[in-house]
Structure formats: structure tokens, C-alpha cells
């Protein structure tokens, strides 16, 4: 019952909010009904915690999405390469921003699992056999831990250490997609765009964003 009592009060919510957004702004659903034109993409974490859209105060049609484990982007993802696709040569963004956060139990876990790195699988999530969705997914970040010798450090450090890499680690992936190495060999998106790669943190415990400084462009 509760989980219901919980997806009623959504629906009342959205109604109050579609009221209130069409008093506010008369006309603002049938504009957006539309079209799109967002100039960004975020490549963010699931966790409920870091809704992109609240967390920078941004409208619906301002941030075109994508959202998974630990943010995450493999190059053989085709989930994510197609949002990447769509969203540079069929929406236009001229910003993918890679967003990761404290407090993360991706992270988390995989910190935790690097400790047990062997010669066999690697397995994030012993409760699941190692061919499991979320162990192969989380392969590459838990090897990454494994990688940077966090044990140096306090565990909150090593964990936005690893949150921090991790991002690092997704920025580059994403500069080497071929959708983006076509934008900047030809000097524009297929939409006539410069297209820019960002990587971001978000920190729960202060609600602020921090840039992380490996922005890479057109020519750089």
C-alpha cells in the first residue's frame, strides 16, 4: 500500500506542477511540445540524489539525458553511445558534461571489491554471478580502483578519488567515441555545432557542482 500512497502523491504533484507552470507561463506546454533544442547532455549517475534538471535549476527542454550505474560510458554500450549519437547529430548539443557525485555506491562497491582483485572475474557484487549485468557493467570502474591504490588513503578521500578519476576516465572515453571524433575532425556536428566535453562533480553534502577541469574541445 505504501508504494502505492507513494505513486499517488506523484501524480498529484505533477498535477499541481503542470497547473501551476501553465499559470505561471501561459503556452509553455504546447511550445515544448514542439521541439527540443537543448544545448546540453549529461551523462549522470541513477542515483536519486542528483536530478540534473533540480540540482542547476534548469527547465524541461534545457538538459537532454542520460543516466546509469556510476556514470558510466563504455565504448560498447550501445545505450549510451546511441544518447551520444542522437544527441550531437540529431539534437544539436553543443555540451556533454560527465557528472559524478560523493557519496556514491557504485564507487562504493567497487572500492570495496577492488581489495579482492585476483587472477579470476572481477565481481562488484558477490551476490551475483560475475556474468551478471551489473558485475560486467561495473568491471572497468572496479579495476580502475584497483588501479589507484586508494588503500593510502582515508576512505573518504579514496572514495572522491575514485568518483573524481572515474569521471576523468568517462570524459576520455567519450572524446575517443567516434561520434565526437567525427564532430571535431570535421569541424562541426552534423548540426552545425562545436561540441565540447566537460567532467563535473556534484557534492550531496553541499548541493554545489564542481568542474573538474578536463574540458576538451574542437582543436585541443
Known sequence: MSGHIALARLLSSNSQWASDVESAEPGFFKESAKGQTP???WFGCADSRVPESVVTGARPGDIFVHRNIANQFHPHDDSAAS????AVNHVGVEHVIVVGHTE???AAACMAAAKNIGTGPVVTDPSLPADASLN???VPMT??????NLGSLPPSEASIKLVEENVKVQ??????SPIIQAAWKNGKSPKGKDVYVHGWVYDLGKG????LGVSQGPGQ
Open 39 to 41: 544545448k546540453i547532455l
Open 83 to 86: 544518447v551520444l549519437t542522437y
Open 104 to 106: 556514491c555506491g557504485g
Open 136 to 138: 560486467k557493467f561495473l
Open 143 to 148: 579495476t580502475l580502483a584497483a588501479s589507484l
Open 171 to 176: 570524459v576520455a572515453n567519450i572524446c575517443k
Open 208 to 211: 554545489k557542482l564542481k568542474d
